[in-house]
């Protein structure tokens, strides 16, 4: 079935420098998602992507997506200690528009 | 209400009993969704509703979950004689329109489930 991977696991920053997720799908998607989770709490949906080579900001956050639509990345840019959490990515593929294969998540620590 | 709410927030049940956990969409939205998310790891779908209609249910590990929807709003996810394996946090999740692209999910915050 399909897998989708993303890495690093962990990341850990000084405030202020930038930061990087990166997730990769076995299969071709149709679109992916980007979502967020403070230490326990749950997903917050932040973005969806769908073209080939699309690009999107929110603020610091850079949302792309590969070429050939199997690769995505998250960048944050000068991170802030309320970025702190776990980055998850979560791709649709086989022709459903509703069954999201999530990542593994990335968790986000931030040293003020 | 507000956004999508779960209950219990926290369970413990001893192994071979059966629970329920009960989800309360979004109001208005057609699309329901339940989830399971073990420590560390990404939600994992389990089970899709539109309406009352459940569309997908590919994702119950087996015959003892079940789930069901059936005036279209509230739904109730059943797991019979729980075992330790079954031990993780369910996730409900709601959109308006029927998994439509740029349709946005939201999560509810989950029922806490230990079977000791």
């Known amino acids: 079935g399909q897998q989708v991977m993303q890495i690093p696991q962990y990341q850990h920053v000084q405030e202020g420098e930038d930061f990087t997720t990166y997730c990769n799908s076995s299969?071709?998607?149709?679109?992916i998602q980007w979502y967020k989770q403070r230490p326990g709490g749950h997903p917050v949906f932040l973005i969806q992507?769908?073209?080939?080579?699309e690009v999107k900001k929110q603020k610091r956050l850079t949302f792309q997506f590969g070429e050939a639509k199997k690769n995505s990345s998250l960048h944050i840019t000068a991170t802030q200690t309320t970025d702190v959490g776990t980055y998850f990515c979560?791709?649709?593929?086989?022709?459903?528009?509703?069954?999201?294969?999530f990542g593994k998540g990335t968790l986000l620590t931030v040293n003020p | 209400g507000a956004g999508v709410s779960q209950s219990p927030r926290y369970k413990v049940t001893k192994r071979g009993q059966d629970v329920a956990l009960r989800c309360d969409p979004i109001?208005?939205?057609?699309?329901l969704y339940w989830y399971r998310q073990a420590l560390g790891q990404g939600p994992e779908f389990l089970t899709y509703?539109?309406?009352?209609?459940?569309?997908?249910k590919s994702g119950l590990p087996n015959d003892r979950f079940s789930a069901e929807r059936p005036e279209g709003s509230i739904s109730t996810l059943t797991i019979q004689r729980t075992e330790q394996r079954d031990s993780a946090m369910y996730r409900c999740?709601?959109?308006?329109?029927?998994?439509?692209?740029?349709?946005?999910?939201?999560f509810g915050e989950g029922s806490w489930l230990t079977v000791v």
């Open positions: 999740a709601s959109s308006l329109t029927p998994g439509h692209p740029g349709n946005t999910i939201y």
């Open positions: 299969t071709t998607l149709s679109n």
């Open positions: 992507l769908v073209k080939s080579g």
């Open positions: 979560a791709g649709n593929s086989g022709g459903s528009n509703y069954k999201l294969t």
């Open positions: 109001s208005g939205h057609v699309s």
């Open positions: 509703f539109n309406y009352e209609a459940q569309q997908d």
